[in-house]
């Protein structure tokens, strides 16, 4: 992101006042006269506005506006997800062997209606680059980050071997560390992680057994544990009901995690009806209701709404191809009507949850985006914008029919062209568009 007036020391938390995050236009935060242009000119069209969600993907609209990538097939750069800031000003997202960047919105699209077919893709650079320290586990934006106030720029990330990091957004710099302890009193690093969603005051991180709090302005060691039988691969909030974690685990259970109590209660069962295949690997709730949440698996094509109120079976399924253990994130967009997930194959699966099809399912649409695996999907907040990640692992072996070449410097094949690889962050319009007659 653009350079803030001022700067943080690496240990300061920078004082982030949690009390208040709703937009209110008659208190927003004042800025100097030399506050780079996008915070200051671009930040009202952001706050306080959501576009109406049913022109999206209205005719099939769905323009590629923007683009970052990572060419070297050699490295395996192929992108975990990504994350709009809350904001909306730039995205989030980790990408293998090459740590976290940060890629902004281009200027022209802010305050948008509409966008033409004709409109030339932008070539995207790292604003911000966190180089690599080991593998990304996940990453959380801080709820309350808002681009004309820097203190609020930051967003956490747990890599493997390293305690919970909180990273500025603005300079990439480490603000401070969130340590969490096994029973041998030694730093382990967390598997999920994510804030409190009312003021963002709290950090919660899941561990192999057990879940740990962190007071977001006192770094070190946790404030609390909370014992669990099974390992805590994704966990989700709803902001109705903020002393309640959802939380997946790799031995395919769902649980619901009462942090005042300590109590747990199991989701579905092991029946094959009434739980996944393998590993949980994502929970969101939807943000219209906060009483529906969806979960997906690694290597299961089904993604399973729950209703907090029973959750015994869940209450509808969808399906997508989902053939990797890598996980394959889903999304709400903001106003809850519609819910998009990646797919194996690089199609993006999108769902009207408010029109029924003939056979009472949600109304389904197809896109045909990446050429490889479309991992990660994000809904800007408050624009007719997505963003999508792609890339996987792919094997470098030789064969007869492949086409390979020797990268200078190393040993190792570059994939051929025909395997498909793409390691890209691509940013979509998926609101009115112009296109050009036939």
Not at 180 to 209: H, N, R, W
Not at 400 to 417: C, L, Q, S, Y
Request: proline share 6%; aromatic share 10%.
């Amino acid at each position: 992101m653009t350079e803030p007036i001022g700067k943080f020391e690496e240990s300061d938390v920078a004082g982030l006042d949690v009390s208040d995050n709703n937009c209110d236009e008659t208190e927003q935060p004042s800025t100097e006269q030399d506050e780079p242009m996008q915070t200051e000119e671009l930040q009202s069209e952001t706050d306080c506005y959501l576009r109406s969600e049913d022109e999206f993907f209205k005719d099939a609209a769905f323009i590629e506006v923007a683009r970052c990538s990572w060419d070297r097939a050699t490295r395996q750069n192929y992108l975990q997800g990504c994350r709009w800031s809350p904001d909306g000003t730039c995205v989030l997202a980790a990408v293998n062997n090459d740590g976290m960047h940060i890629v902004e919105l281009p200027t022209d699209l802010y305050g948008k209606d509409v966008v033409s077919e004709n409109r030339p893709v932008d070539i995207l650079s790292s604003a911000v680059h966190v180089p690599e320290g080991g593998l990304v586990y996940d990453y959380a934006w801080y709820p309350g980050m808002n681009s004309t106030r820097p203190e609020t720029c930051c967003w956490i990330a747990s890599r493997q071997h390293e305690p919970i990091q909180l990273w500025d957004a603005f300079t990439g710099a480490l603000r401070c560390s969130y340590k969490g302890y096994d029973q041998y009193d030694e730093v382990e690093a967390a598997l999920s992680l994510t804030f409190s969603p009312l003021d963002g005051s709290t950090i919660y991180g899941g561990y192999k057994k057990s879940i740990k709090s962190f007071d977001l302005n006192v770094p070190g060691r946790e404030k609390s544990t909370f014992r669990t039988k099974s390992t805590a691969s994704c966990m989700t909030i709803a902001s109705t009901m903020p002393h309640t974690i959802v939380f997946g685990s790799w031995n395919r259970s769902i649980s619901v995690l009462d942090v005042r109590s300590g109590e747990t209660l199991p989701v579905g069962n092991y029946a094959p009806e009434n739980s996944h295949n393998a590993g949980v690997t994502w929970l969101g709730f939807a943000p219209d209701t906060e009483e529906i949440f969806v979960s997906g698996a690694r290597k299961d094509s089904r993604i399973y709404f729950w209703d907090v109120r029973n959750l015994k079976t869940p209450v509808r399924t969808l399906r997508r191809c989902c053939a990797t253990n890598q996980r394959i994130w889903l999304d709400f967009s903001p106003q809850g009507q519609w819910l998009v997930s990646g797919d194996t194959r690089g199609i993006l699966h999108a769902w009207n949850l408010r029109e029924d099809t003939d056979t009472g399912e949600p109304k389904e649409l197809q896109f045909p985006v990446h050429w490889d695996c479309l991992n990660g999907v994000s809904f800007h907040p408050n624009a007719s914008i997505m963003a999508t990640a792609s890339g996987q692992y792919h094997f470098t072996t030789p064969t007869a029919d492949a086409e390979v070449k020797d990268e200078p410097g190393t040993d190792a094949p570059i994939p051929a062209k025909e395997s498909n690889v793409e390691n890209s962050l691509t940013l979509w319009w998926i609101g009115k568009g112009v296109f050009s007659e036939e």
